[in-house]
């Protein structure tokens, strides 16, 4: 078994090493994060512009990045645009894939899921808020929200009396048999909330849920969530540029050289 503490103490050199000689990344997460809902270690993402081919187009954005998250914590991803917040968010969501490192999910190694068991994690383990949100633009907010949970093969009474619960609870009673063209873009932003949550996932990952809302709407949404929070100790991790909604989370990360690390107090949001 590989002694994971060595590894702080010793060079990169011996660290590899030691690294090609474990078991399995598992039994480091394992050793060093106890029980941890998300467990991330040595993930890397880079883009290669498809203009050039060359290494001189391509783009490290996330660089051998570790991640710890326990179930029912909060935390927000903040700073400058382009970083690698969405791209780091997206992987977490399963909804691309690093080009190396491991990312373990209940201790379970999600890049190894097959295809069925993928949707299954997109579909009931995570929830996910996008940037831009992504509505089926011929159907109703009602009808949105109800889709996920048709999918779940539950009857249509009940996913409606669901749907509808959740859009209440977002502010839309109003607004439920509109179509999301007819929307306002805060409006979709909740409806899009709505459908994230609508599940109850183990957790909610959110790309700027605020983002299209004024003021008034987002404290809305920020209480929505941090009711969420404690009523279901749902895990949140939040992409955000507002500095309230990075507040509330029990822990701030920003992405520096492609490393995650703790951001400086009011420069990164
Ligand atoms: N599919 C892609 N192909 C090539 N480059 C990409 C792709 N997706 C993202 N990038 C690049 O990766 C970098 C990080 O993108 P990402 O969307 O993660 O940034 P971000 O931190 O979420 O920014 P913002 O705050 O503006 O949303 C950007 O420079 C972006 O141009
Ligand atoms: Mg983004």
């Given at each position: 078994?590989?002694?994971?503490?060595?590894?702080?103490?010793t060079?990169?050199?011996?660290?590899?090493?030691?690294k090609?000689?474990?078991?399995s990344?598992?039994?480091?997460?394992?050793?060093?994060?106890?029980?941890?809902?998300?467990?991330?270690?040595?993930?890397?993402?880079?883009?290669?512009?498809?203009a050039n081919?060359s290494d001189?187009?391509?783009?490290?954005?996330?660089?051998?990045?570790?991640?710890?998250?326990?179930?029912?914590?909060?935390?927000?991803?903040?700073g400058?645009?382009?970083?690698?917040?969405?791209?780091?968010?997206?992987?977490?969501?399963?909804?691309?894939?690093?080009?190396s490192?491991?990312?373990?999910?209940r201790?379970?190694?999600?890049f190894?899921f097959?295809n069925?068991?993928?949707?299954?994690f997109?579909?009931?383990s995570?929830?996910?808020?996008?940037?831009?949100?992504?509505?089926l633009?011929?159907?109703?907010?009602?009808e949105?929200v109800m889709l996920?949970?048709?999918?779940?093969g539950?009857?249509?009474?009940l996913a409606?009396?669901?749907?509808?619960?959740?859009?209440?609870?977002?502010?839309?009673?109003?607004?439920?048999?509109?179509?999301?063209?007819?929307?306002s873009?805060?409006?979709?932003q909740r409806?899009?909330?709505?459908?994230?949550?609508?599940?109850?996932?183990?957790?909610?990952?959110?790309?700027?849920?605020?983002?299209?809302l004024?003021?008034?709407?987002s404290e809305?949404?920020h209480?929505l969530?941090?009711e969420?929070?404690?009523?279901?100790?749902?895990?949140?991790?939040?992409?955000?540029h507002?500095?309230?909604l990075?507040?509330?989370?029990?822990?701030q990360?920003?992405i520096?050289?492609?490393?995650?690390?703790?951001?400086?107090?009011?420069v990164l949001?």
């Amino acid at each position: 078994m590989v002694d994971t503490d060595k590894c702080f103490m010793t060079t990169e050199t011996d660290c590899a090493e030691l690294k090609s000689t474990a078991p399995s990344l598992k039994t480091l997460c394992d050793h060093n994060s106890g029980d941890n809902l998300i467990c991330i270690r040595d993930l890397s993402k880079s883009y290669t512009n498809n203009a050039n081919q060359s290494d001189k187009g391509r783009f490290d954005i996330l660089k051998a990045v570790d991640f710890d998250l326990a179930a029912g914590e909060t935390v927000a991803i903040v700073g400058a645009s382009g970083i690698g917040k969405s791209t780091l968010l997206h992987i977490m969501g399963a909804l691309d894939r690093p080009d190396s490192g491991t990312f373990l999910f209940r201790g379970q190694d999600v890049f190894s899921f097959d295809n069925s068991q993928l949707a299954s994690f997109r579909n009931t383990s995570v929830g996910f808020v996008f940037q831009f949100h992504y509505l089926l633009a011929e159907f109703s907010a009602l009808e949105n929200v109800m889709l996920p949970i048709l999918i779940q093969g539950v009857d249509k009474a009940l996913a409606s009396e669901t749907a509808e619960e959740i859009l209440v609870r977002v502010g839309l009673k109003e607004r439920l048999a509109f179509r999301v063209t007819k929307l306002s873009g805060g409006e979709q932003q909740r409806v899009a909330l709505a459908r994230a949550l609508v599940l109850k996932p183990d957790m909610l990952l959110a790309d700027e849920p605020t983002g299209n809302l004024d003021r008034q709407n987002s404290e809305q949404v920020h209480q929505l969530l941090m009711e969420l929070n404690r009523e279901l100790g749902m895990t949140m991790v939040v992409v955000t540029h507002n500095a309230t909604l990075a507040s509330y989370m029990s822990r701030q990360v920003t992405i520096i050289n492609g490393k995650l690390t703790k951001p400086i107090r009011g420069v990164l949001c």
